[in-house]
């Protein structure tokens, strides 16, 4: 079955450090890929998502993210982090075949941390 | 725009009990999903309706019930909660095909004792 993986499950920075976080996914096929942000308390919103086209991806509040098809990943990065940018991050991918078709798989989440 | 509507944002409930978890969205988006999130497993799937009057199972669909009367409401049925569905609950919408964002409701935490 199709699956998606974050390998990191809490992440702890300062402020102003570089951030990458860890998105892979095990399906040969197309997919569909999105990074979803859950501040304390609230619900998921969507940072940002790639359907096609320029494998690299920016989204709101500096966000960016890399597809590498080769490596079935979807990283997610920004250059400088703020002690705002506390929350929980999902990686979640929609297939295009299998049991998972069409519905949106998510990943653990990686929990971020920032000191100021 | 009130967006996805959940209620109650809060519930303790005993073992054997049942409740109706609420979700009420007024973007008039066909598809309506539940997903449970717990920690370190991310959300999955409860079940899904792509529209009034059809629903299908998600990936965790054991001990939980769906209806969809209306394109407004989606409501969640646990009928005789056991303490392993203790989790937040989310409930999303979205419009058309299956490549467009989905909207998320604010949660219902859930505990069962």
């Known amino acids: 079955a199709q699956s998606v993986s974050q390998h990191n499950h809490h992440v702890i920075l300062s402020e102003a450090a570089s951030l990458e976080l860890g998105c892979n996914y095990s399906?040969?096929?197309?997919?569909?890929l999105f990074w979803y942000v859950q501040y304390p308390g609230q619900h998921l919103q969507l940072l940002l998502k790639?359907?096609?086209?320029?494998?690299l991806v920016k989204g709101i509040k500096g966000f960016e993210a890399e597809f590498i098809k080769s490596k079935f990943s979807f990283n997610l990065r920004k250059p400088s982090v703020q002690w705002s940018d506390t929350a929980e991050y999902f990686c979640?991918?929609?297939?295009?075949?299998?049991?998972?078709?069409?519905?949106?798989?998510f990943g653990q989440g990686t929990i971020l941390t920032v000191h100021p | 725009n009130a967006g996805v509507t959940q209620t109650p944002k809060f519930q303790v409930l005993k073992t054997g009990q049942s409740m109706t978890l609420q979700c009420a969205q007024d973007?008039?988006?066909?598809?309506m999903s539940w997903y449970r999130q717990d920690p370190g497993m991310g959300l999955r799937l409860i079940h899904y309706?792509?529209?009034?009057?059809?629903?299908d199972q998600g990936e965790v669909p054991n001990g939980y019930n769906v209806s969809r009367s209306t394109t407004e409401d989606f409501p969640l049925r646990l009928l005789s909660a056991a303490p392993s569905q203790t989790s937040v609950y989310f409930c999303?919408?979205?419009?058309?095909?299956?490549?467009?964002?989905?909207?998320f409701g604010d949660g219902t935490r859930l505990s069962i004792l």
């Open positions: 999303a919408s979205r419009s058309g095909g299956y490549l467009q964002p989905q909207h």
């Open positions: 399906y040969g096929g197309t997919v569909n």
């Open positions: 790639y359907f096609s086209g320029d494998p």
């Open positions: 979640a991918v929609i297939f295009s075949g299998g049991t998972s078709y069409g519905k949106l798989t």
């Open positions: 973007m008039n988006h066909e598809y």
């Open positions: 309706s792509v529209g009034a009057g059809i629903t």
